[in-house]
């Protein structure tokens, strides 16, 4: 802790270029690896530091083919924070069939930062493979850190069946699905059917979800998905972001619904200045 807390003081210069150096040889080749666990955990710790990365890159690279499990699992984790690039993916690509389950934790997520969204034909296939881990953590720490960066219809396929497995679900609805920059049909019909359910952190994740990204051919169930759980919805963030997703693919279908939202005795403002803004779009696309 010490010598992350030096490496990431900005006061003195000269005593943070040290802890980076002691870093270095904590990193060795020759070090055993229990002073290379801390020095990858002590790393991990000082990446908000502003420093040269490149030299770390190259002693953490090595580190990932360790024999030692949890050598192998820091310095999978740690990657991306020192500047790996597309030229590591097939090394890591390689670990999704790592023996140890806490190293193939590690992988999904390492993938998903290095590749940054490109790269999906070989980024896909690897993701697909560690969804179908034995392993329920491995799942689902891969599950925690895909943020949407990676699409296609076999993986919308199988994170559709992971939402609804019972251990699943959340992280799913929550990071993978909801997220999506652009959302496929399958993909928006799971989340319209999410918004049934009585949980808001995951119906109000859905809803936010389908505020942005919906394809054109998801529109038509989208808007009626939401006119149907608008009018039964008591949650009042989920119920906000239902409006916001509906102004984003109301046609004349919604006028009527909306107009009664207006007229009503029983609803709040909120609720009825979201309906006039939608009803203003209707009236400038008339």
């Given at each position: 802790?010490?010598?992350?807390?030096?490496?990431?003081?900005?006061?003195?210069p000269?005593?943070?270029?040290?802890?980076l150096?002691?870093l270095?040889?904590?990193l060795?080749?020759?070090a055993?690896?229990?002073?290379?666990?801390q020095?990858?955990?002590?790393?991990?710790?000082?990446l908000?530091?502003?420093?040269?990365?490149?030299?770390f890159l190259?002693l953490?690279r090595?580190?990932?083919?360790?024999?030692?499990a949890?050598?192998r699992?820091?310095?999978?984790?740690?990657?991306?924070?020192?500047g790996?690039t597309?030229?590591?993916l097939?090394?890591?690509?390689?670990?999704v069939a790592?023996?140890?389950a806490?190293?193939?934790?590690a992988v999904?997520?390492a993938l998903?930062?290095?590749?940054?969204?490109?790269?999906?034909?070989?980024v896909?296939?690897?993701l697909?493979?560690?969804l179908d881990d034995?392993?329920y953590?491995?799942?689902?720490?891969?599950?925690?850190?895909?943020w949407g960066?990676?699409?296609?219809?076999?993986?919308?396929?199988?994170l559709?069946?992971?939402s609804?497995?019972?251990?699943?679900h959340?992280?799913t609805?929550?990071?993978?699905?909801?997220?999506?920059?652009?959302?496929?049909?399958?993909?928006c019909?799971?989340?319209?059917e999410e918004?049934?359910?009585?949980?808001?952190n995951?119906?109000?994740?859905a809803a936010?979800?389908?505020?942005?990204?919906v394809?054109?051919?998801?529109?038509?169930?989208?808007e009626?998905g939401?006119?149907?759980?608008?009018?039964?919805?008591?949650?009042?963030?989920?119920?906000?972001?239902?409006?916001?997703?509906?102004?984003?693919?109301?046609?004349?279908?919604s006028?009527?619904?909306?107009q009664s939202?207006?007229d009503?005795?029983?609803?709040?403002e909120?609720s009825k200045?979201a309906?006039r803004?939608?009803?203003?779009?209707l009236d400038?696309a008339?």
């Amino acid at each position: 802790e010490d010598l992350a807390d030096a490496s990431l003081q900005r006061g003195d210069p000269e005593l943070r270029d040290k802890a980076l150096e002691k870093l270095k040889q904590m990193l060795a080749a020759d070090a055993p690896s229990d002073v290379a666990m801390q020095g990858l955990v002590t790393l991990g710790r000082a990446l908000p530091a502003k420093f040269d990365r490149t030299e770390f890159l190259v002693l953490v690279r090595p580190l990932s083919g360790s024999d030692h499990a949890q050598v192998r699992k820091l310095a999978v984790g740690v990657l991306p924070g020192v500047g790996a690039t597309e030229a590591d993916l097939d090394a890591i690509i390689g670990m999704v069939a790592d023996e140890n389950a806490e190293v193939r934790a590690a992988v999904g997520g390492a993938l998903i930062q290095i590749g940054q969204g490109k790269h999906g034909e070989r980024v896909i296939p690897a993701l697909l493979k560690i969804l179908d881990d034995p392993e329920y953590r491995v799942v689902e720490q891969t599950l925690r850190s895909m943020w949407g960066q990676y699409a296609s219809p076999e993986l919308n396929a199988r994170l559709i069946e992971l939402s609804h497995h019972p251990r699943h679900h959340g992280h799913t609805i929550y990071h993978a699905l909801s997220t999506q920059r652009s959302k496929s049909q399958p993909v928006c019909e799971r989340l319209v059917e999410e918004l049934a359910d009585p949980d808001w952190n995951n119906s109000g994740r859905a809803a936010w979800g389908l505020t942005y990204g919906v394809v054109d051919d998801a529109k038509p169930v989208v808007e009626a998905g939401l006119l149907k759980a608008l009018p039964q919805e008591t949650n009042a963030y989920t119920r906000k972001q239902e409006f916001r997703a509906l102004r984003g693919v109301a046609t004349e279908k919604s006028r009527a619904y909306l107009q009664s939202v207006v007229d009503s005795k029983l609803e709040t403002e909120e609720s009825k200045d979201a309906a006039r803004q939608i009803l203003a779009d209707l009236d400038a696309a008339s």
